[in-house]
């Protein structure tokens, strides 16, 4: 099946650094997802996107949802040891009900 | 908040035992999905459910089959467990069209 071009695969990065990463897609999508993935556990959704140009933060995440409804974008600043997960994002169409995943994103922070 | 409840979280089977992974959902949602992630190979959908009774093949459906009898009970079936089987499986349910899914906490398989 399609899946979502993220990048990058992998971030090792220091404490209190910003963290940006993106996904694009081939096709249109009318809703992006952002979730997080703590090691051993099941994905957690982060952020809901429902328009293109959408701005929505949560706490200290921030994405977007891209003009050209293709791509999507999380920001994280000021990490933290707790950001430690796999990021993935998610689209979805209005053809059915299924959500097309990313490859994620490994982020790991050095304290 | 939905839950999302795999009945466990670690399991260890050998190479031909027929395998049950059991999840439920609490929030009456209709659709409901079973993936399974290795490294580098992201999430791939096995089988998903629309309804009762109903099911649909995802991407990798061989050597898996489920099971939907009530609403809010998908299990995923290994009819004969081999060990390329051995992996993270994640069960999802979603409410609809434009809504995310809820996932559970996963069951990591080992197959011996």
């Known amino acids: 099946g399609q899946q979502l071009n993220q990048s990058p695969q992998s971030m090792f990065i220091q404490e209190g650094e910003d963290v940006s990463m993106n996904c694009t897609s081939s096709?249109?999508?009318?809703?992006w997802l952002w979730y997080k993935q703590d090691p051993g556990e099941g994905p957690v959704l982060l952020i809901a996107?429902?328009?293109?140009?959408e701005l929505t933060s949560n706490g200290r995440l921030t994405a977007q949802f891209g003009t050209t409804k293709k791509d999507s974008f999380l920001n994280i600043s000021a990490s933290i040891p707790s950001d430690v997960g796999i990021y993935f994002c998610?689209?979805?169409?209005?053809?059915?009900?299924?959500?097309?995943f990313g490859g994620g994103t490994r982020l790991m922070v050095k304290p | 908040d939905v839950k999302v409840t795999q009945s466990s979280r670690y399991l260890v089977k050998r190479t031909g035992e027929k395998v049950f992974l059991e999840c439920v959902q609490d929030?009456?949602?209709?659709?409901m999905f079973w993936y399974r992630q290795d490294p580098g190979l992201g999430l791939r959908l096995i089988y998903f459910?629309?309804?009762?009774?109903?099911?649909e093949k995802g991407d990798i459906p061989e050597g898996y089959s489920v099971s939907r009898e009530k609403k809010e009970r998908f299990s995923l079936i290994l009819e004969s467990a081999s060990t390329n089987q051995t992996s993270m499986y994640l069960c999802?349910?979603?409410?609809?069209?434009?809504?995310?899914?809820?996932f559970g906490s996963g069951t990591r398989l080992t197959v011996v």
């Open positions: 459910s629309y309804d009762v009774k109903m099911k």
């Open positions: 929030m009456d949602h209709e659709n």
């Open positions: 096709s249109i999508f009318n809703t």
């Open positions: 999802a349910s979603s409410v609809g069209t434009g809504y995310g899914y809820t």
């Open positions: 996107l429902y328009k293109a140009g």
């Open positions: 998610a689209g979805q169409s209005n053809a059915g009900n299924m959500l097309t």
